[in-house]
Structures are given as C-alpha cells and as structure tokens.
C-alpha cells in the first residue's frame, strides 16, 4: 500500500497537470483571439489605405477621446463590449479544450502502456525466478529499483533463502540417515548372523529330535527376523531418499527370471510351476536388482496363497506408453474390502498366510513408485491374484482408476 507521503504526491502531480492544461488552454484561445483581432484590425487598414498611419497609432496608442469616438460608432453598428462574436470564442475554447484532451490521453495511454510492460516485464522476471529456485539454483534476485513490487521482492527474497536453507539441511539429515541407517544395518545383521551360524552349528551337533526341532525354529525365526530388518531398513532408504538407484534399460524377463530365482525354493516347496510369457523383447527402464526384489516379494505372495501344484503366470508386454509386468497365481484372488489397503505396511488381509508380517507388497510398491512406476492389484477375470506393475516411457499423466474400477469382485 501507498504511504501518505506518497499518496499527497500523487494528489499534487494530478493538480499541477490540471494546472497546467488550463493555462495551455487559456494561452492557445488567447493566441487563437489575438490572430482573429489581427485579421480584422488588416482588413480596417485596407479599407483605409491612406489613413495607415493614423491608424496604427490609433492601434498603438489610442486616446480617451478616440476610444470614445469608436465605440460610438462600434455600438450604432450592434458590437458592444465586445468585437469577436462570443459563438467563435465558445468554438475556439471546445476546439482547443479537445485538441488538448486528446493530446493528453494520447500521453497518458501510451504511459499506461509502457507501464503495463514494466509490471509484464518484472512478473516474467520473478516467474523465472521462481522456476530457477524449483529446480534448484538459486541466482541472484533482479531488482529494478523501488515500486509496488520492492515490497514482494523482499519477502520473496526472505522466503525463498530460508526454503534454501531448510533444503540444505534436509540434504544434511538424508545423509546423516543414510550413514546411521547404515550403521544399524551393520549392528543388527552382525549379531543375526551370529545366531544363524550357532543355530546350523547346533543342529549339526544335536541328535535328540525334539532339540534338533528346536535348532531347525531358531534357524527358521533368525532367517524371518533377517529378512523383517532387511526390509525395514531398505523401506526406510526409500522413504528419507537415500536408497542408491541405478536406473537404465534391461530386459524384463531378465528381472522375472532373478526374481524367480529368490523363490525358486518355495515353488519347489509347493510344487508349484512359474511359466513367464509375452514379449521377449521388453524392455524396462529401471534398477534391475531392486526390481527383481519388487517383483521377488509379489512372486512369493502369490505362492504363498496359490493352491500346492498351482501355476504362476509372469508376462511382459511393452507398448509407446508403457512396459507392463503382470503376475497371476490361480488362489482365491482378494477381497473387496482388502484391495485398497494390500499396499499398506503390516496389513494382514482376510486371507493372509500364518506368520506373514505384511511388510513385502509396501516394499515392493515403495520401490516400483520411487523409479516412477505404479503398481497395484487386482482380480483376474478368473477371480484370482494379479499383480500389475507399469513403467511408463514419460512420467504417467493419465488416472488409473478406470482401470481399477474394472476389478471384477470375487
């Protein structure tokens, strides 16, 4: 907002200009009388020719019994107090009083327009600016002297030095998370690790079978709760930014057939059988070993809620928008209510397996939708399983829940 200093500026810059248009106006009907006085007092000299003389000093100097004399005369002929007819004057003072105007709002437009192209100008500046700052360089803020938009440039400046600063530190705090992540990751595997090496020790040595039973649980709950900490700590990577991913293109059955791998001893367990189909040739953008996890940890739920001797089916398919991955068990397929919540960490669905602890489907999206993918469930239209995971060729625009609201409800 204006200051009153500011404001009673203003108020006597606008009465000074008016100020000044009158006196131009009065000065231009004075001259436009003077002129038309001028073109009569020539046309009375060539009347009287011979007389020039004494009328020029009659002009020049005229006397109280000349001046008297004349307008005797002027007033038998009708001009009294006045020579120039009053219509000519109201004529010349429009005329000059337009003329004026225009003039003046010809001025004042092509200020106001020159005004609008410096506010144009400095808005641009600031939006790129802005843009420079959200990408992460921060230059030097233009200034273009003191107007309406010092006071916007100030507190911009202000906030977008303490936005630089709070970024600062949150890179700070990522890589202090990162090293004490790191450092956990250290102090919990070493002591689980020692566990599992003195529990296979253990059942080596035992002969009695209800120790050896025991040995075998430890080994078992060691190897669960390696895996729990190992997922914790990379879902946790994810979250602060931290986790390392080396994106680039590989072939999607390559990262089925490592992912396959990891499971391969449940399949066998289960006897069940993972047949990959769809194009050979698809490829996907993204890190090949953390994808193989992401698609390891779907794998295994659909093992672990198929029927013994079932199959699994991975295929792969690629198209100008995206590279799909889809994995289907033949399982009883999920419920309704449970769909929306499969993603979030520890749920335990209607059908959850004994023992799971529902962390490997929020691993496994977190890690798909930090590479820019999307992944989510659905029911096949045989009412099973099916896990679909998109990488798109461009960061994805369109809304996926037309296609989510295709699930059949089993």
Same mark, same amino acid.
């Given at each position: 907002?204006?200051?009153?200093?500011?404001?009673? #500026?203003?108020?006597?810059?606008?009465?000074?200009?008016?100020?000044?248009?009158?006196?131009?106006?009065?000065?231009?009907?004075?001259?436009?009388?003077?002129?038309?006085?001028?073109?009569?007092?020539? %046309?009375?000299?060539?009347?009287?020719?011979?007389?020039?003389?004494? =009328?020029? %000093?009659?002009?020049?100097?005229?006397? #109280?019994?000349?001046?008297?004399?004349?307008?005797?005369?002027?007033?038998?002929?009708?001009?009294?107090?006045?020579?120039?007819?009053?219509?000519?004057?109201?004529?010349?003072?429009?005329?000059?009083?337009?003329?004026?105007? =225009?003039?003046?709002?010809?001025?004042?437009?092509?200020?106001?327009?020159?005004?609008?192209?410096?506010?144009?100008?400095?808005?641009?500046? =600031?939006?790129?600016?802005?843009?420079?700052?959200? @990408?992460?360089?921060?230059?030097?803020?233009?200034?273009?002297?003191?107007?309406?938009?010092?006071? $916007?440039?100030?507190?911009?400046?202000?906030?977008?030095?303490?936005?630089?600063?709070?970024?600062?530190?949150?890179?700070?705090?990522?890589?202090?998370?990162?090293?004490?992540?790191?450092?956990?990751?250290?102090?919990?595997?070493?002591?689980?690790?020692?566990?599992? !090496?003195?529990?296979?020790?253990?059942?080596?040595?035992?002969?009695?079978?209800?120790?050896?039973?025991?040995?075998?649980?430890?080994?078992?709950?060691?190897?669960?709760?390696?895996?729990?900490? @190992?997922?914790?700590?990379?879902?946790?990577?994810?979250?602060?930014?931290? !986790? *390392?991913? +080396?994106?680039?293109?590989?072939?999607?059955?390559? &990262?089925?057939?490592?992912? &396959?791998?990891?499971?391969?001893?449940? !399949?066998?367990?289960?006897?069940?059988?993972?047949?990959?189909?769809?194009?050979?040739? @698809?490829?996907?953008?993204?890190?090949?070993?953390?994808?193989?996890?992401?698609?390891?940890? =779907?794998?295994?739920?659909?093992?672990?809620?198929?029927?013994?001797?079932?199959?699994?089916?991975?295929? %792969?398919?690629? +198209?100008?928008?995206?590279?799909?991955?889809?994995?289907?068990?033949?399982? *009883?397929?999920?419920?309704?209510?449970?769909?929306?919540? $499969?993603?979030?960490?520890?749920?335990?669905?209607?059908? #959850? &397996?004994?023992?799971?602890?529902?962390?490997?489907? %929020?691993? #496994?999206?977190?890690?798909?939708?930090?590479?820019?993918?999307?992944?989510?469930?659905?029911?096949?239209?045989?009412? @099973?399983?099916?896990?679909?995971?998109?990488?798109?060729?461009?960061? *994805?625009?369109?809304?996926?829940?037309?296609?989510?609201?295709?699930? *059949?409800?089993?």
């Amino acid at each position: 907002m204006k200051s009153k200093g500011q404001r009673a #500026a203003v108020t006597t810059g606008l009465m000074g200009l008016c100020l000044l248009f009158c006196l131009a106006v009065s000065v231009a009907v004075v001259r436009r009388c003077e002129a038309a006085f001028y073109d009569r007092a020539a %046309a009375v000299a060539s009347v009287f020719p011979d007389k020039a003389s004494d =009328l020029m %000093a009659a002009l020049k100097t005229p006397s #109280a019994a000349d001046l008297l004399a004349g307008r005797n005369i002027l007033s038998a002929y009708s001009y009294k107090g006045q020579l120039l007819d009053a219509r000519f004057i109201a004529a010349e003072i429009i005329g000059v009083s337009l003329l004026y105007l =225009l003039c003046f709002f010809i001025i004042a437009a092509l200020a106001l327009a020159a005004g609008r192209r410096r506010e144009a100008r400095r808005i641009a500046d =600031l939006v790129q600016y802005l843009r420079q700052v959200e @990408s992460g360089v921060y230059p030097v803020l233009p200034r273009s002297g003191e107007d309406k938009f010092s006071h $916007l440039e100030d507190e911009l400046y202000k906030t977008v030095s303490a936005l630089r600063e709070s970024r600062e530190m949150a890179a700070l705090g990522k890589e202090n998370l990162a090293v004490n992540l790191a450092d956990i990751s250290h102090q919990l595997k070493t002591p689980l690790t020692g566990v599992s !090496l003195m529990g296979e020790l253990l059942l080596h040595s035992l002969t009695d079978k209800k120790q050896r039973q025991a040995a075998e649980t430890i080994i078992s709950q060691n190897s669960r709760m390696t895996d729990l900490v @190992s997922s914790l700590l990379t879902l946790s990577k994810l979250d602060a930014g931290v !986790l *390392p991913l +080396n994106r680039k293109p590989v072939s999607a059955k390559d &990262v089925i057939s490592s992912a &396959v791998q990891a499971v391969d001893p449940l !399949l066998k367990q289960k006897r069940q059988n993972l047949v990959i189909q769809g194009d050979s040739d @698809s490829i996907l953008f993204c890190d090949f070993g953390w994808t193989a996890e992401a698609l390891g940890n =779907l794998i295994k739920n659909c093992s672990e809620h198929g029927p013994e001797g079932s199959q699994i089916t991975a295929a %792969a398919e690629q +198209n100008p928008i995206y590279t799909q991955i889809t994995i289907e068990d033949e399982g *009883p397929g999920f419920s309704p209510e449970d769909i929306p919540h $499969l993603f979030e960490r520890f749920y335990r669905g209607k059908q #959850a &397996v004994r023992g799971s602890i529902g962390i490997g489907l %929020a691993l #496994a999206k977190s890690i798909v939708e930090r590479q820019g993918g999307e992944l989510y469930a659905e029911n096949s239209k045989d009412c @099973s399983a099916r896990y679909v995971i998109r990488f798109y060729e461009h960061a *994805p625009e369109e809304n996926n829940e037309y296609i989510r609201s295709l699930t *059949p409800n089993c």
